[in-house]
């Protein structure tokens, strides 16, 4: 296999002497450890270093993979701007990663290079390499805002790079682990944040990778952890082989998770192709729930499918239910793709003659003009997970204390500026969360004298 090992690393700036100076005795365990990665890493001489970089360009729904033939970069943000990097990059397997993405369509790409030099996530990990190792150019690869699965996906078009130039490559996952393990921590403390450490280590220890899709994109971000996608990432390289782990150290004194693993590939092993397993489980899933689905979830989804593959709108079904046809009021649609929001419009109240038709044009633009998203493709499709949200009579209110984020959504105003939320979303704990997320959808400032309104809705799917 032309991927030799790859390695699960930190990045704190602190870990370097001229940064940390003392601060450094809280973390031996960490730089002992790194240490001995360096070693192994130079006694496996690789041509490419594959660095997947929390702090490298990142887009929302897109894979950003460095450019050009090389990159500088120094530690002057951090008060060390006498420890610099010069790498070059393997322009030969970049292109080959793009060509890949490229044939299947996939988001990654070298486009949008907002900052051409290198990033602590970047640096960290090799400032322990180059001491050495001086061989070999590197790749730089951010992350995305795009599920889990697209990220084990970009680990498999790698690994099939790599094997078609015959690259002799070492993979290092970037990531520090949660950042609020401890009151005193740059983040304060989540309960979540030990939680995800202890399930994270036990899941890399074993090279259990297929639970790596087990992580809730809610649990996360209450964990503040930043190295998940990059190890999602290497975990698609390893897809379909056996893989031999070893964990070298965890340690958690600065309110900051610090975890290091090693990871070799073994023989073949046709029960370890996990996003085929993680796929296969999300569609059973979804074929029960549509099964199960009532007419508006079923109304939605013939919209959106009629949309995404004849590129117009869905005419009203002549078996319509009468409740849909008889009644009006604004609704939303909401989709979801591996867990995670691909689109969502909808109407505050009623603008078309009865639900189905404002169903039917909700589901088109949910599907193909959020701003957010890029229009959705038909092989898409069978992985989407579709509401609609029914809204009731909206009610003026005079202060957040008549809200209940569970039960109520709610609209903030000021002027013609108009924000919305609707009622128990994932992550929205509080009514102060709420009515923060509806007022910057409608670029109100929190100090503006803005109106509140809430309302109830009927959520079906």
């Known amino acids: 296999m032309s991927v030799l090992a790859a390695f699960m690393v930190p990045h704190p700036p602190m870990i370097i002497p001229e940064i940390g100076k003392?601060?450094?005795?809280?973390?031996?365990?960490?730089i002992k450890a790194y240490e001995k990665v360096a070693e192994e890493i130079a006694s496996l001489k690789p041509e490419t270093i594959l660095v997947f970089s929390p702090?490298?360009?990142?887009?929302?729904?897109?894979?950003?993979?460095?450019?050009?033939?090389?990159?500088?970069?120094?530690?002057?943000?951090?008060g060390a701007s006498e420890i610099r990097f010069e790498e070059a990059y393997d322009s030969e397997l970049v292109g080959r990663i793009c060509d890949k993405a490229d044939e299947k369509g996939f988001p990654a790409g070298t486009l949008g290079e907002r900052d051409p030099s290198l990033d602590h996530g970047t640096m960290v990990p090799l400032w322990f390499i180059r001491r050495r190792y001086k061989e070999g150019k590197i790749v730089r690869i951010g992350l995305s805002g795009l599920p889990l699965a697209d990220h084990y996906r970009l680990g498999m078009m790698i690994k099939e790079a790599c094997e078609e130039l015959g690259r002799r490559v070492v993979c290092i996952a970037s990531g520090d682990l949660s950042?609020?393990?401890?009151?005193y921590g740059p983040y304060g403390f989540s309960k979540e944040g030990p939680e995800?450490?202890?399930r994270i280590m036990d899941v890399c220890s074993r090279a259990s990778f297929g639970e790596l899709f087990d992580f809730e994109e809610d649990f996360l971000d209450k964990a503040a952890e930043c190295g998940h996608r990059s190890f999602t990432i290497m975990a698609g390289v390893f897809d379909g082989m056996q893989v031999k782990a070893k964990q070298y150290s965890h340690e958690d004194v600065t309110g900051v998770g610090y975890g290091i693993c090693s990871f070799y590939p073994q023989e073949e092993d046709e029960s370890r192709h996990f996003l085929k397993e993680y796929e296969e489980r999300i569609l059973q899933g979804l074929k029960e729930k549509e099964e199960n689905a009532d007419a508006y979830v079923k109304l939605a989804r013939k919209a959106v499918e009629h949309f995404v593959i004849h590129r117009k709108p869905l005419k009203l079904p002549k078996d319509c239910p009468e409740e849909l046809l008889n009644r009006k009021a604004g609704t939303f649609v909401s989709i979801h793709k591996f867990g995670k929001l691909r689109g969502c419009i909808g109407t505050i109240s009623a603008v078309r003659e009865n639900i189905a038709e404002e169903i039917i044009g909700n589901a088109v633009s949910a599907c193909s003009r959020d701003p957010r998203f890029d229009p959705i493709r038909p092989e898409e499709l069978k992985y989407l997970d579709i509401s609609v949200d029914v809204l009731g009579e909206i009610e003026d209110i005079d202060s957040k204390e008549e809200l209940d984020v569970k039960r109520y959504g709610v609209i903030v105003s000021c002027g013609n500026r108009k924000g919305l939320l609707l009622p128990d979303l994932d992550g929205v704990d509080t009514a102060e969360e709420q009515i923060r997320i509806a007022r910057e959808k409608g670029d109100i400032g929190p100090y503006e004298d803005y109106r509140l309104q809430r309302f109830e809705v009927v959520r079906h799917g």
């Open 22 to 30: 003392d601060s450094r005795d809280q973390i031996v365990s960490t």
């Open 179 to 183: 950042h609020k393990l401890q009151t």
């Open 196 to 198: 995800y450490d202890q």
């Open 55 to 78: 702090h490298s360009i990142m887009y929302s729904d897109y894979f950003h993979i460095s450019p050009k033939k090389k990159a500088s970069g120094s530690f002057s943000r951090f």
